[in-house]
Nanobody, 122 residues
Framework: QVQLVESGGGLVQAGGSLRLSCVAS????????MCWYRQAPGKQRELVAR???????NYADSVKGRFTISRDNAENTVYLQMNSLKPDDTAVYYC????????????????WGQGTQVTVSS
């Protein structure tokens, strides 16, 4: 019904920048909140940033001032601009979206992308 595809991950040196993108496609009626999560090896998955349909944003304390989440509603896309990257930012990054689809009836669910690896070398 709905697919989320992330891109933009890779290997970067500490202090560098990366920009992640996530495009939602499928039988989309509307998209509410969109988020970025990350999971490092041996650690629990954590919420990195969230953006509402109206553009309100929230960030984990560990990324405030370094990461910026934004979205393009016309393109069903969410971005994560990551600056001043640290080795502790190394993780698989996942995007999520709360999507309403119309297939006979309205149905709202949270969908996840497949993840993109971000590796920050020291």
């Amino acid at each position: 019904q709905v697919q989320l595809v992330e891109s933009g991950g890779g290997l970067v040196q500490a202090g560098g920048s990366l920009r992640l993108s996530c495009v939602a496609s499928g039988s989309i009626f509307s998209i509410n909140a969109m988020c970025w999560y990350r999971q490092a090896p041996g650690k629990q998955r954590e919420l990195v940033a969230r953006i509402s349909s109206g553009g309100r944003t929230n960030y984990a304390d560990s990324v405030k001032g370094r990461f910026t989440i934004s979205r393009d509603n016309a393109e069903n896309t969410v971005y994560l601009q990551m600056n001043s990257l640290k080795p502790d930012d190394t993780a698989v990054y996942y995007c999520t979206a709360v999507v309403t689809v119309v297939i006979g009836k309205y149905s709202t669910n949270e969908y996840w992308g497949q993840g993109t690896q971000v590796t920050v070398s020291s």
